[in-house]
């Protein structure tokens, strides 16, 4: 039978009327129905996939998608492009967190009938908390759903040394979220983003950050603008009130832990009776490095050929990556 996860994404999938999202999850249904043996119900879905996909309009995924070339000219060392099929509902998050998100996504797709009554929608985001849990891919998961290209700034060519150079490149990219729709990332903000009367920093730093601050409540393009931090107290309060909604993000606790895990190892079975041993060590993980964990268990069993993993695996795999420096102890 289909998972509860599963079905969720089934029925999410058909409320939005996303035939795409659709026929993958009913595949994924397929495909752990021939895993529990049941060939025959196996065969069936599939076979009524493969006529729903013969029924799609071959040009519906292009109707969907926002054409964008790869960025050229001096946006193309600035930001660099991508076309993520991550969706909502490969992330594991807490559940007032994954309905902020949901309500971003309304608000996008029902953008007509909000500036029909003179509002706006919710486009631009910070997204602050630790390391590892799920910040970026959450800009990657907003792309994926609303068929958006993702755009990523690159701090490392956008900052100058040079007087004014680096305003100047921050212009183009918000000119360029005027021509070219997409979701736009701003991923370690703090780069630009720290205190304006910070004594560690340096005059040209702080005419950035107001340039971009200037920027970004000009903006009113069709782009969504995701500024990601791991550090809320580094940066400049009068940043906050620019966002339409600022997300924070916490490292999973034992709940969050578990479906991570599940999700990730769903094709070895992990029917184990040892769960608060193995959550136990998840304890102050993030998503990130438990994810790691569960494919190094993962590779190691592939490479044994075996298609299960025990408790102990993935136990000694998690305090590897908990403790890198003690290797297998």
């Known amino acids: ?68 070339a790869q960025p050229t000219g001096e946006l193309s060392g600035l930001v660099s492009a991508s076309f993520p099929k991550t969706r909502l509902g490969d992330m594991v998050l807490a559940a007032s967190l994954r309905e902020r998100l949901k309500r971003v996504l309304l608000e996008y797709r029902q953008v007509s009938r909000l500036h029909s009554h003179g509002l706006m929608p919710r486009r631009k985001l910070l997204l602050l908390g630790p390391p590892g849990c799920g910040k970026s891919m959450t800009a990657t998961a907003l792309a994926g759903e609303l068929h958006l290209p993702l755009l990523t700034v690159q701090f490392h060519t956008l900052i100058t040394k040079f007087m004014g150079e680096t305003a100047a490149k921050l212009r183009l990219v918000f000119d360029a979220m005027q021509q070219s729709r997409g979701v736009y990332l701003f991923d370690e903000f703090d780069a630009i983003g720290t205190h304006r009367q910070s004594g560690h920093d340096v005059g040209e730093i702080r005419r950035v950050l107001n340039s971009f601050l200037v920027f970004l409540e000009q903006d009113n393009s069709g782009s969504i603008v995701i500024c990601a931090s791991n550090l809320e107290n580094a940066l400049d309060a009068a940043l906050f009130r620019r966002f339409d909604d600022v997300l924070h993000y916490e490292k999973p606790n034992g709940q969050m832990s578990r479906r991570l895990i599940e999700a990730r190892l769903a094709a070895f079975g992990p029917l184990w009776s040892q769960w608060k041993s193995v959550l136990g060590l998840c304890t102050g993980m993030s998503h990130a490095d438990i994810v790691k964990a569960c494919e190094d268990a993962a590779k190691e069993a592939v490479l044994s050929d075996r298609t299960t993993i025990k408790a102990e695996e993935l136990r000694k795999a998690l305090r590897h990556r908990r403790h890198p420096s003690q290797g297998d102890r």
């Open 1 to 68: 039978m289909a998972t509860a996860q599963q079905l969720k994404a089934l029925i999410e999938s058909f409320t939005e009327h996303d035939q795409q999202r659709f026929l993958s999850v009913a595949s994924q249904i397929a495909a752990h129905a021939a895993r529990g043996g049941k060939d025959k119900l196996a065969r069936d879905l599939l076979t009524l996939i493969e006529q729903a996909r013969k029924r799609t309009p071959s040009n519906r995924q292009e109707r969907e998608t926002v054409p964008i």
